[in-house]
């Protein structure tokens, strides 16, 4: 693997980290709150009640998902103070 190549996955993944955490996010506490609100659930709540698991891990979702939004700000903030 040439360092261009490694360079690319990683600013690759810098770019959709911002994306999935914010899909995870909105997945995971919308899914807990509709569910808490009107007893239904939508996108990631359904599957994961298809797979038995319990209505706890809309919020293990939703807080993965702050995590990736709040290390992509930590990273974009970083990037900005280098470059300036």
């Not at 990631?44 to 979702?61: H, M, Y």
Request: hydrophobic share 50%; charged share 15%.
């Amino acid at each position: 693997m040439t360092r261009s190549t490694g360079q690319h996955r990683h600013s690759s993944w810098q770019r959709t980290r911002p994306l999935l955490g914010a899909i995870l996010f909105v997945q995971g506490f919308g899914s807990a709150l509709t569910e808490a609100l009107w007893n239904t659930g939508f996108g990631v709540a359904g599957l994961l009640r298809g797979a038995g698991l319990p209505q706890w891990t809309d919020l293990v979702v939703g807080a993965v998902g702050a995590v990736l939004l709040a290390r992509a700000a930590v990273v974009r903030r970083a990037e900005r103070r280098a470059h300036a």
